[in-house]
């Protein structure tokens, strides 16, 4: 099954941009909003990763979840630049149980999200025919976003909370 979550990458990719900063052009180099960190790729991996370990948690029901881990990649930029960014990206989805536990879920995530460091910038149902609840929220200190979206399965599919995790560009440390 081709996930929502890849299907509408740009889609998500644009509200990223919006609530972590990156709408906006700025005159440097990067074409960015904010100046790009120089950051190591794998303490962004590992700091993503425990992010999401902890959304887990907040969801707060036991279910299956799909395995791959964050990994880094580019991060498109605005203008085109020739300095090369990545961004930190962690996709998962939570399943094998029923409506009823995924929409408890949701708000348990709502509800935890503000006390765990997070802004709920977003909560209601999306414009597809089936109305799927989404959360997306900015962590305060590191400006990682996250996107939680309960998909009901009434097209015939697994019904599942679909999260993904986006760190913010950032240039890697040498």
């Not at 509408?8 to 900063?21: I, R």
Request: aromatic fraction near 6%.
């Amino acid at each position: 099954m081709k996930s929502k979550a890849f299907r509408a990458v740009p889609v998500y990719l644009g509200s990223l941009m919006l609530t972590v900063g990156c709408s906006t052009v700025k005159s440097d180099s990067s074409g960015l909003d904010y100046d790009p960190e120089k950051r190591d790729s794998q303490q962004v991996v590992r700091e993503v990763g425990t992010l999401s370990s902890r959304v887990l948690e907040m969801l707060n029901i036991k279910g299956k979840s799909t395995e791959p881990g964050p990994a880094a990649a580019p991060c498109d930029v605005p203008n085109g630049t020739s300095r090369t960014y990545q961004i930190v990206r962690h996709p998962w989805s939570l399943y094998g149980v029923e409506n009823d536990a995924l929409e408890k879920g949701m708000k348990n995530l709502r509800s935890a999200l503000p006390n765990q460091g997070w802004k709920v910038v977003k909560y209601g149902k999306d414009s597809s025919r089936n109305r799927n609840l989404e959360i997306t929220a900015v962590h305060v200190k590191t400006h990682t976003q996250l996107e939680a979206t309960w998909l009901k399965g009434l097209d015939g599919h697994t019904p599942l909370i679909e999260v993904t995790l986006y760190s913010r560009c950032f240039t890697e440390q040498p």
